[in-house]
């Protein structure tokens, strides 16, 4: 094993002073973070990182668990706070600069001098990229957490009477969006104790095997709850798509459009829509009444 | 990386019951969403059910684990039973020596994100499956 | 060892799974099930599983083997409550139960029962043709 670790650990002190000088002179954004709370980072930063090169330079290692905590939260802080990623992981690489100065000073040796001088800069160069790997998961989170989000608002599980639902779908399904659908949709069943759910795909421009097997999955999955479903607004184009791809759907209750399946979910849930004069003025209401 | 990890035996029927318990708790400390949480549950149970019946006992080693920046759960149940001899065969669904529908294995690999047999006849079997978050 | 507890309901049995059970039990409620389902002669069987957060293959096999062996025995077996979640994922494992009828919650599934016990006494005439 390289024994950088041992210079670090005996110049500790001297290293985080030209470390902070270091930082000072490139990128310092003193806008977002004050003197005090650098110092601090920078200090925690050296002391994990000192004490787990002592026994380990795999920054992957269970030595480095500290270390690798550290800099996840502190990526997340920054990030918080305004730091670009790369501000953050210059954060980390100018820490290379004061340990080989230190290592300058310590190796007389040459090839000695060259081999550490690498090994440290390694190790400190995967810890960089570490935060930048956790920014850009940080950011992934928000966008999928936003998607979520948007997701919900766009397919509004809506109640059409008593005991049936309707899913009108918008847009393209892909897989993700079709999974959150399918939950949000079985949760609403639930909810409001209906006991059936129309599918409407009016809106929807294409229809591919992964996306029409999670329907057909949603909709056994609502047999087996207790509800049925019903597919309604499939377009010419699809259903020859459907039986191109060899599609099964002989279980699935369909109807050319919402109104129809609206209808056929009344007369199962034991309603009927009739049409009614009143006396006043002769005109036509329509209310409905159990069957 | 393995971030804990604990062992827990499978001997008996309440066994089968206790590791489903200790995968439902592992996997709800890591905030897994109810559904991700019911599917790896259901793969324990079927996992559990088969080292304790083809496998004539065993043990379940569960860990949280980490890659990159993402968590897991990851499970390995080891059995010195008969081992299994014809591997794709078992895992085709349908298939079964014992009576029963033939979903066990086949079902929980559906279950998870990664799956992993090792089995060889009259050496035992190693099943490993992760769940991510 | 504990047995779940079968409840009769005119000529219905009610049955409400709520433990993490372990095969021994599922055996035994099979077993019990059979038994009162012959002794009432019973004509419909509603088992709620609201509480059950997992049905794994081996249950998923259990409940249909209830309702085929109380099919033999001519009576109607409906499987209520299923959680979301529990469906999600027995879909995902392939089971689709296609064999059992499934209600909403145990108000519906008494309907469905009702429904199917009366449509069925309506098929049957005794003696000299008179309707039960």
């Known amino acids: ?291 | 990386m393995v971030l804990k990890s604990e062992q827990h035996p499978i001997a008996t029927a309440d066994d089968v019951v206790r590791v489903r318990q200790v995968a439902r708790s592992w996997a709800a400390e890591l905030k897994f969403s109810l559904v991700d949480q019911t599917k790896l549950v259901t793969a324990t149970s079927e996992l559990a059910r088969n080292t304790l019946e083809h496998g004539r006992g065993g043990t379940m080693r569960v860990e949280h684990v980490e890659n990159g920046a993402r968590r897991g759960v990851k499970l390995i149940f080891e059995d010195k039973g008969p081992g299994i001899a014809d591997i794709n065969l078992a895992l085709r669904d349908g298939y079964t020596t014992g009576g029963g529908m033939g979903l066990g294995l086949s079902g929980s690999k559906r279950l998870v994100n990664e799956f992993d047999i090792k089995s060889e006849a009259g050496r035992g079997t190693t099943v490993t499956i992760i769940r991510w978050k | 060892m504990d047995r779940i507890p079968i409840l009769k309901m005119g000529d219905c049995l009610l049955v409400t799974i709520q433990v993490d059970m372990h095969d021994q039990l599922a055996v035994s409620l099979q077993e019990d099930l059979t038994a009162q389902i012959a002794r009432f002669r019973s004509r419909g069987v509603l088992i709620d599983i609201s509480s059950l957060e997992i049905v794994d293959s081996f249950i998923g096999r259990m409940l249909a083997n209830i309702a085929a062996m109380s099919r033999v025995l001519d009576a109607e077996t409906v499987l209520t409550g299923m959680q979301p979640a529990v469906a999600i994922t027995l879909v995902e494992l392939g089971m689709s139960l296609s064999g059992i009828k499934t209600a909403l919650n145990v108000e519906r599934g008494m309907e469905l029962l009702r429904q199917y016990i009366r449509e069925d006494m309506d098929n049957v005439q005794v003696g000299d043709g008179t309707e039960e």
């Open chain 1, 1 to 291: 094993m390289n024994s950088f670790h041992e210079i670090v650990r005996r110049n500790e002190a001297v290293i985080l002073a030209g470390w902070l000088e270091e930082m000072a002179s490139t990128a310092r954004r003193s806008d977002l973070m004050g003197d005090a709370e650098l110092r601090r980072q920078a200090a925690e930063f050296l002391r994990l990182f000192t004490q787990a090169a002592q026994t380990s330079s795999d920054q992957t290692s269970e030595e480095f668990l500290g270390t690798r905590d550290f800099l996840k939260d502190i990526a997340k802080s920054r990030m918080d706070q305004g730091f670009r990623p790369a501000e953050t992981a210059m954060f980390v690489l100018s820490l290379k600069q004061p340990v080989f100065n230190a290592l300058n000073n310590a190796y007389k040796n040459a090839s000695e001098l060259v081999a550490e001088i690498g090994a440290a800069g390694d190790l400190i160069d995967k810890l960089a990229m570490l935060t930048v790997d956790s920014a850009v998961q940080i950011r992934d989170e928000i966008i999928t957490r936003q998607q979520a989000e948007m997701l919900e608002l766009s397919t509004p599980v809506v109640k059409l009477w008593d005991g049936v639902l309707a899913l009108p779908l918008i847009g393209t399904l892909d897989s993700s969006r079709t999974q959150v659908v399918m939950e949000s949709l079985l949760s609403a069943i639930v909810e409001t104790n209906s006991q059936i759910a129309i599918i409407d795909i009016t809106g929807v421009p294409t229809v591919d095997t992964l996306v029409a097997q999670h329907l057909i999955k949603t909709i056994t999955a609502a047999r087996l709850m207790g509800a049925d479903c019903y597919l309604s607004g499939i377009r010419p184009a699809i259903a020859q798509t459907i039986v191109h791809l060899g599609i099964d759907l002989t279980d699935v209750q369909t109807k050319a459009n919402l109104a129809d399946a609206f209808g056929l979910a009344l007369s199962k849930v034991g309603k009927s829509v009739v049409t009614i004069k009143t006396a006043a003025n002769g005109q036509l209401a329509a209310k409905t009444k159990d069957a």
